[in-house]
C-alpha cells in the first residue's frame, strides 16, 4: 500500500500533469463507444452517399520532352563585333540565354496561361452546351482550370506531363489536342518574332554597313593609286612595315589590261568604274583571306585582276599618267602618308570584317526562322490513362469521412466529458482523497472480492479499533455491488455495528471509515468538498476502495 500524505488545502502544492497513459486513453474509448460509433458510423455513411453520388471522371493526358538548348546562332556571329555599341544598344542579343531549370519553368507557366487555356477552355464549354447528356453546370475558368488540368514536370527530367480530367468520356481527347494545337501556336509565336526582328534589324545593318565598307575601299584604293602605293603587304595580315612606292617601267596599255582581266576569278560583273571594281576585289581578297591560303588558285587571280586592275587605272588617269602623283619629297612627307594610309586601311578592314559578320548573322536567322524548329524535342500523342474512371475515389472518400468522424466524435465526447465534470482516472482519487488506497476491486469477478476484504478487516480496520463501522459510497455506487460488500463485510466482522451512508458527517464517531468510488460517478467538486470534510473530523478514514471496470479478474 501507498504511504498517505495528508493533503494541504490551504496552500495546495501544483499537481504534476504527466498527461494521459495509454491505458487511459484505451479507457476513454471504451467508455464512450457507443457515442463514438455512433458519429463515425454516420461519418462512413454520409461519406459514401457522397462518394457514389458524384459522377465518374476519366483522365487523358499526353507528355512534352523539352529539348535542351541550343546554342543561339545570333550570339555565336555576334561574338566577333561585340563591341559595336549599336548592337548592344539594340537589345537584339539580350535575354538569349538561360539555365535548364528556367527554361523548363517558363514552358510550364505558357501552359498555364490563360492565353493558351482560355481558349481550351472556351471550346470545353462549348462542346459541353452541345451535348444533350451533360446538363451540369460549367465552371469559371479558374474553378475549371484548378479541378481539371493538371501539369506537372517530373523530378530530374525535361518531361512535362500535361492532364485533363472531365465526366464526359468522349471530350478528353479533343480537348486535349486542342490544347496541344494552341500550345504549339503560342510557343512558336514569340520566338518566331524574336527572330523576325532580328533578321529586320541585321538586314538594316548590313545595308549600312555595306556603304560603308564601299566607300572606305574607294578611299583605300584611292589613296594607293594617287600615293603610288603597292599593297602586297596588305594581304600578309600583319600590316606593311616597308612600303614601297609603285615604280612604272613598262606601262600596260588598256587593250592588254582587257585581256589579262578576261579570264580572272573576280566575283560578279564589272561596274565600268575602274575604282569600284578595285574596291570591290578587294573587299573579296579580304574576305577569302580569312579561308584560303595565298597560294590558293582563286586567291592568285584575284591578286592578278587587282594588280591589272590598278595598274590600268594608273596609266588611263588622265591619259598620259607614265608614273603615279604625289610622290614624297623628303621622309617627313612619306611618313605621314604612310600614317594616313595605315588609318585609310583599318578603316576599310575593321568595316569589311563587321560586314562580313552581318551577313553570316543574317544568314544564321534565316535559316533558323526557314527550319521553324519548336521548343520541344517530342510531344506524345493525347491518350486516356485508363478505360476506368479515375475519379471519384470511393473507398478514399469513405475512409477520410470514416477518419473525420472518429476526430469529430472524439472531439464531442470529451467536450461532453468536461462539461459534466465527472471523474473517470484513479490517479484524481488518489490525488484527492486524504487516505490510502485500500485495494482495486475487480468489477466483472465480485467473488473474490470476500478475500481482499478479510485482508483488510483483519489489518487496518482491527486497529483502529471496536467501534462501529461505515461504508461511504462516492457518487452512484451499483446497488448491488454495495450488497455485495455489506454482506462480506457483516460476515467478516461479527457482531460489529456496521451501516452504510453517503454522509461523511455521520461517520464522525465510527472507528474505522471505508470509501467506495468508481470511473465516471461523482464529479470533481463533490470530490473535493467529501475530501475537506473527511481531512476536518477528528476521526481518521481507514481507506477507499476502487471498484474498477476494467480490472481483469
Known amino acids: 500500500m501507498s504511504e498517505y500524505k495528508s493533503p494541504n488545502f490551504n496552500n495546495p502544492e501544483p499537481e504534476e500533469d504527466d498527461g494521459?497513459?495509454?491505458?487511459?486513453?484505451?479507457?476513454?474509448?471504451?467508455?464512450n463507444r457507443i457515442l463514438l460509433g455512433i458519429i463515425t458510423s454516420l461519418s462512413a455513411v454520409f461519406g459514401a452517399i457522397y462518394a457514389f453520388r458524384l459522377p465518374p471522371k476519366w483522365e487523358g493526358s499526353f507528355q512534352i520532352v523539352v529539348a535542351a538548348k541550343q546554342e543561339n546562332p545570333m550570339m555565336s556571329t555576334a561574338s566577333s563585333f561585340i563591341n559595336q555599341a549599336a548592337l548592344l544598344n539594340s537589345g537584339l542579343l539580350r535575354g538569349m540565354s538561360g539555365g535548364e531549370s528556367t527554361e523548363l519553368q517558363t514552358e510550364i507557366k505558357i501552359l498555364?496561361?490563360?492565353?493558351?487555356?482560355?481558349p481550351v477552355y472556351e471550346f470545353a464549354s462549348e462542346q459541353k452546351k452541345l451535348?444533350?447528356?451533360?446538363?451540369?453546370?460549367?465552371?469559371?475558368?479558374?474553378?475549371w482550370f484548378s479541378q481539371s488540368v493538371s501539369i506537372d514536370l517530373i523530378r530530374r527530367t525535361k518531361v512535362l506531363t500535361i492532364s485533363y480530367k472531365d465526366s464526359d468520356k468522349k471530350l478528353i481527347l479533343p480537348v486535349l489536342n486542342k490544347m496541344k494545337d494552341i500550345y504549339q501556336q503560342y510557343s512558336n509565336l514569340e520566338?518566331?518574332?524574336?527572330?523576325s526582328r532580328g533578321i529586320e534589324y541585321a538586314s538594316t545593318q548590313v545595308q549600312i554597313f555595306k556603304e560603308r565598307s564601299e566607300k572606305s575601299n574607294r578611299l583605300l584604293d584611292s589613296y594607293e593609286i594617287r600615293h603610288g602605293i603597292?599593297?602586297?603587304?596588305?594581304?600578309?595580315?600583319?600590316?606593311?612595315?616597308?612600303?614601297?612606292?609603285?615604280?612604272?617601267?613598262?606601262?600596260?596599255?588598256?587593250?592588254?589590261?582587257?585581256?589579262?582581266?578576261?579570264?580572272?576569278?573576280?566575283?560578279?560583273?564589272?561596274?565600268?568604274?575602274?575604282?569600284?571594281?578595285?574596291?570591290?576585289?578587294?573587299?573579296?581578297?579580304?574576305?577569302?583571306?580569312?579561308?584560303f591560303t595565298d597560294e590558293d588558285p582563286s586567291m592568285k587571280a584575284l591578286i592578278r585582276e587587282r594588280d591589272a586592275v590598278r595598274t590600268y587605272v594608273e596609266?588611263?588617269?588622265?591619259?598620259?599618267?607614265?608614273?603615279?602623283?604625289g610622290q614624297p619629297s623628303n621622309k617627313e612627307e612619306a611618313q605621314k602618308i604612310m600614317v594616313k594610309y595605315k588609318e585609310l586601311f583599318r578603316k576599310a578592314e575593321r568595316e569589311s570584317k563587321t560586314l562580313d559578320s552581318l551577313e553570316s548573322m543574317l544568314l544564321n536567322l534565316q535559316l533558323s526562322k526557314a527550319r521553324s524548329t519548336a521548343p520541344w524535342k517530342l510531344i506524345s500523342d493525347p491518350t486516356l490513362v485508363s478505360d476506368?474512371?479515375?475519379?471519384?475515389?470511393?473507398?478514399?472518400?469513405?475512409?477520410?469521412?470514416?477518419?473525420?468522424?472518429?476526430v469529430l466524435g472524439t472531439i464531442i465526447v470529451l467536450i461532453n466529458e468536461l462539461i459534466k465534470g465527472k471523474v473517470f482516472l484513479l490517479r484524481a482519487f488518489v490525488k484527492a482523497l486524504p487516505c490510502p488506497l485500500l485495494q482495486e476491486l475487480p468489477l466483472l469477478d465480485p467473488s473474490c472480492w470476500r478475500d481482499t476484504l478479510a485482508v483488510i478487516v483483519n489489518g487496518p480496520i482491527a486497529k483502529a479499533g471496536n467501534g462501529p463501522i461505515a461504508l461511504i459510497p462516492l457518487g452512484g455506487i451499483n446497488p448491488s455491488h454495495l450488497k455485495v460488500l455489506s454482506s462480506d463485510l457483516k460476515e467478516l466482522i461479527g457482531n460489529r455495528e456496521f451501516f452504510i451512508t453517503p454522509d461523511v458527517n455521520a461517520t464522525n464517531n465510527c472507528s474505522s471509515k471505508i470509501l467506495v468510488a468508481s470511473p465516471g460517478l461523482i464529479t470533481y467538486d463533490k470530490l473535493n468538498r467529501i475530501s475537506k470534510q473527511l481531512a476536518l473530523q477528528e476521526s481518521t478514514t481507514t481507506g477507499w476502495l476502487w471498484i474498477d471496470p476494467y480490472a481483469k479478474p
Not at 476506368?388 to 472518429?406: D, F, N, Q, R
Open 20 to 31: 494521459m497513459t495509454l491505458q487511459e486513453v484505451i479507457h476513454f474509448f471504451l467508455r
Open 112 to 118: 498555364e496561361s490563360p492565353s493558351v487555356l482560355r
Open 131 to 143: 451535348t444533350e447528356e451533360n446538363n451540369s453546370p460549367i465552371p469559371e475558368f479558374k474553378s
Open 191 to 195: 520566338r518566331l518574332s524574336a527572330l
Open 230 to 291: 603597292k599593297s602586297d603587304s596588305r594581304m600578309s595580315g600583319s600590316g606593311f612595315t616597308n612600303p614601297n612606292f609603285l615604280q612604272i617601267d613598262n606601262p600596260v596599255s588598256p587593250s592588254s589590261f582587257m585581256t589579262t582581266t578576261s579570264s580572272s576569278a573576280a566575283d560578279g560583273s564589272r561596274s565600268g568604274d575602274p575604282i569600284s571594281d578595285l574596291s570591290r576585289i578587294n573587299r573579296e581578297i579580304l574576305r577569302r583571306k580569312r579561308i
Open 315 to 325: 596609266l588611263s588617269a588622265g591619259g598620259t599618267l607614265a608614273s603615279p602623283s
Open 388 to 406: 476506368s474512371p479515375v475519379e471519384p475515389h470511393k473507398k478514399m472518400i469513405v475512409l477520410i469521412a470514416l477518419s473525420t468522424g472518429l
